[in-house]
């Protein structure tokens, strides 16, 4: 079983430098070759390709709480990431490209460690009932990718906390996550570490295509040697790519103020307010109407929205109080 194959390990844990890594594999390298990559990133939610941010986790508490927010290409739901993870990345020619061999030999990696996973539906390994692996898949003329994240030691309440929205009125066109009864590796195999889990992932990926292969070691210093993957990076970083891809949806916010009712809703496109409607039965109609176009064409972003209103009410005096009750309140309202 004589193939081209190459094995990629990032010493890197942020994960726009990762996900910039999947795709120059992808686009860049050679499209012949079996390609394993093996990689982990420090704590962040992973959305898919079609995914709204604000739906799938609490974007202020990620903020406040130095948490990365990271979009990647394939499909599929959201994840938390944190040192807990091993993720992994099989890259084939499309004539070759096969997920259950794939699965296989993470399986019989895992089965190295006494852990009996099984597949589950297309894209989970399960444990018992309990899930340790979820996966996401892409294609294109003359390869594909499947890549997916393993349970390791992953901090449960983080994964828990980061991945449950606020229950705002959001109406929405992408992709919700469906949540899983998941499990830690370490729960059945107390021994097992990143580098073990690696090792064994390598040495079941060998067996597997009977060839050893060189490892090759990935850091921040292939960004300068490769422009190419400079550019990926740079996307990936990117906030328009982050928040700005995500498909339209409205948000329906509603409080009542001493001095009148608000039913606010925003028309949220690209991650910018398109569109702004205020029910009210505030008496001052021209403060109402100052409030709506002072949020359109803003970007959906407390960083954004928060100083506009702010100079709005420096710039009348007379609106000042009820200004920033109402800027106080969106504050807490938007994510």
């Not at 004589?2 to 499209?31: G, H, M, Q, Y």
């Not at 990133?41 to 941010?53: A, L, Y």
């Amino acid at each position: 079983m004589c193939k081209k194959l190459r094995v990629l390990i990032s010493n890197v844990t942020n994960p726009w430098f990762n996900l910039a890594i999947e795709d120059w594999i992808f686009n860049e390298l050679a499209a012949d070759t079996q390609i394993l990559f093996l990689w982990r990133n420090t704590d962040t939610v992973v959305i898919g390709h079609f995914q709204n941010p604000w739906l799938e986790c609490k974007i202020d508490k990620m903020e406040n709480d130095g948490v990365f927010l990271a979009r990647r290409q394939s499909g599929g739901g959201a994840v938390f990431h944190d040192l807990g993870n091993t993720n992994f990345t099989f890259m084939s020619p499309k004539q070759d490209f096969d997920q259950h061999t794939n699965f296989k030999i993470i399986c019989q990696a895992l089965a190295t460690l006494g852990i009996d996973a099984k597949l589950s539906g297309r894209n989970d390994l399960l444990v018992g009932d309990k899930k340790i692996s979820g996966s996401a898949f892409k294609q294109k003329i003359d390869r594909a990718f499947h890549h997916g994240t393993m349970l390791l030691k992953a901090n449960m309440d983080k994964l828990n906390d980061y991945l449950q929205p606020h229950p705002l009125k959001l109406a929405a066109k992408g992709i919700k996550s469906v949540r899983s009864r998941v499990a830690n590796l370490v729960e059945f195999n107390s021994q097992i570490n990143h580098q073990i889990l690696c090792d064994t992932i390598i040495q079941a990926f060998e067996r597997h295509y009977e060839q050893k292969v060189d490892i090759e070691i990935l850091d921040e210093q292939k960004l300068t040697q490769l422009p190419t993957l400079q550019q990926y990076y740079a996307k990936m970083a990117d906030w328009d790519w982050r928040f700005g891809k995500t498909p339209e949806f409205t948000h329906q916010l509603e409080t009542r103020f001493d001095w009148g009712i608000v039913d606010l809703r925003l028309q949220i496109e690209e991650g910018k307010i398109i569109d702004v409607t205020i029910y009210s039965d505030a008496l001052d109609i021209m403060m109402i109407a100052a409030i709506k176009e002072t949020l359109r064409c803003n970007l959906y972003t407390n960083n954004n929205i928060q100083p506009a209103l702010q100079l709005l009410a420096k710039q009348n005096p007379n609106w000042q109080m009820p200004l920033l009750e109402f800027c106080n309140w969106l504050k807490t309202q938007l994510q």
